[in-house]
């Protein structure tokens, strides 16, 4: 792709949804290196300074990615298989099962367990949540209480069969797992050690310092009033991290040619389809969708309290884009455009 099409393209959509959004920083990469970070808006409304490319948004479910690649890594690493049962990390809780199967890992990755979206107290907290207009649902929620939620539930159908049926509560389980299985002290530390370092990602967190608070976006509820962040202090792993449109380049470029990071096995496994369908396949952790001849998307959307992001790339057309707003407006076009855009 020549280098130019980014600097031409990347502004062009970001200003076509720009006035949607408080804050909307656009962004893309190549395979062969090439960037353009585009930021409109404001990082606080109404006349607060405008976003930049190293600004801190919640990334909400896109967390899911780094999720299902420290799976994928921990199988690199022989800590665990795709098959291994969740009660094996999980030995605790007495884990549910339907007509004899077991749930596994990677039917926490690939929404395939049988679990419901939310762990049931969530739905009550988000109703307050939402009639208080601030604050973070997820608070009424911790460790104890999603282990419980679990072994209460009585899966929908059997697991490793049927449709794809997208599961917080499933994500946020594989993200305990995932700690429990390497022995560390918590998911935050997971991501740090065994992504973020590796691919020299210096933003992608759960809780910022001093310094990156200062960076931070500030989310905004419907009529552009501000709200306070999610923490999602319980379900870590399925909507938890903070990002830069910076370190979401970075790592999207690392799925363009993950053989040239130290995570290429563990990425490339994360890539192919194990749940086929017409239109909406899934790997570990990222959703993939046909745009017609060999291009195939893969991405995730996220949403919290005030923000909305998505992460996508295309393989064969060598390109990913991110779009990160600070507000309750889906960035799915944005992204969807700036892909077709490039690909084609």
């Avoid at 899911?64 to 690649?69: D, P």
């Avoid at 601030?134 to 911790?142: L, T």
């Avoid at 759960?206 to 552009?224: I, S």
């Avoid at 790997?283 to 998505?310: C, D, E, I, S, Y």
């Amino acid at each position: 792709m020549d280098p130019g099409a980014l600097d031409e393209t990347v502004p062009r959509i970001a200003a076509r949804h720009g006035k949607e959004h408080v804050g909307l920083v656009v962004g893309a990469v190549t395979s062969a290196g090439a960037r353009c970070v585009v930021p409109i808006g404001h990082v606080r409304a109404p006349d607060g300074p405008a976003p930049r490319a190293n600004s801190l948004f919640e990334i909400g479910s896109v967390t899911k990615v780094f999720t299902a690649l420290l799976l994928a890594e921990a199988v690199t690493r022989r800590e665990l298989s795709l098959h291994t049962p969740l009660g094996d990390l999980l030995p605790e809780v007495d884990v549910p099962t339907r007509d004899g199967a077991v749930i596994t890992v990677e039917h926490l990755a690939t929404h395939t367990a049988g679990l419901p979206n939310n762990p049931m107290p969530f739905l009550a907290a988000l109703r307050v949540q939402w009639k208080a207009r601030d604050g973070d649902p997820w608070e009424a929620i911790d460790r104890a209480a999603l282990l419980t939620a679990l072994r209460q539930t009585k899966l929908r159908r059997t697991p490793g069969t049927g449709r794809i049926a997208y599961s917080n509560l499933g994500a946020g389980v594989l993200g305990h797992a995932l700690v429990a299985a390497a022995a560390t002290r918590d998911f935050g530390e997971l991501v740090r050690s065994r992504i973020c370092e590796p691919l020299g990602m210096a933003d992608t967190v759960l809780l910022p310092d001093r310094e990156q608070t200062e960076r931070e976006a500030v989310g905004h509820r419907r009529r552009r009033r501000t709200t306070g962040h999610w923490r999602v202090a319980a379900l870590p792993g399925a909507g938890a991290l903070r990002s830069t449109a910076t370190d979401m380049l970075t790592f999207l470029h690392a799925q363009l040619r993950p053989h040239d990071t130290p995570l290429g096995p563990a990425i490339a496994l994360t890539h192919p389809d194990r749940r086929p369908g017409k239109r909406l396949g899934i790997g570990l952790g990222w959703l993939r969708v046909p745009m017609g001849g060999q291009h195939v998307l893969l991405w995730h959307n996220g949403g919290t309290g005030g923000f909305r992001a998505f992460a996508g790339f295309v393989p064969a057309a060598g390109v990913g884009v991110v779009a990160l707003a600070n507000d309750l407006h889906s960035v799915d076009r944005v992204g969807l455009d700036l892909l077709t855009a490039l690909s084609t």
